[in-house]
């Protein structure tokens, strides 16, 4: 509960929870920025690593980029501004030519995860 308001005093320019998934929720950041993100594989390898011991690098990975329920706290911050016990997993970039998106190694990512209007 400590890091939203630690986030905040070390300048978050945009904060949300992962409920419904890293994807879905970094994308929503985005459009309502106008902006892109790329996430780095390098950087969520670490948080895929324990799952893909049970599950598999696939499914490792899904639940990491589209899993939810995880209520972890996504922000972005300066390279500079980023406070303790944040975890980079990408960076900011412009929109795409397709407007505002989330990549992985420059490939568009589909929405995933939990959609609350979804049938």
């Known amino acids: 509960l ?11 320019h945009a904060m ?6 890293l994807v879905r929720d970094l994308r929503r950041v985005c ?5 892109g993100a790329e996430l780095d ?8 690593a324990p799952l893909a011991r049970v599950l598999g690098q696939e499914v490792g990975w899904r639940c990491v980029l589209a899993g939810g329920e995880e209520h972890s706290l996504l922000a972005c911050f300066a390279p500079q501004d980023r406070p303790p016990g944040w975890h980079p997993v990408g960076r900011v970039t412009e929109a795409g030519a397709d407007g505002p998106g989330v990549r992985l190694e420059g ?13």
């Open 2 to 12: 400590a890091q939203g308001p630690a986030a905040a005093r070390a300048g978050a």
């Open 41 to 48: 594989r390098s950087l969520l390898a670490e948080f895929v």
């Open 107 to 119: 490939e568009e990512l589909g929405p995933g995860g939990w959609d609350h209007f979804g049938g």
């Open 31 to 35: 459009q309502a920025s106008g902006t």
């Open 16 to 21: 949300i929870d992962l409920s419904d998934g």
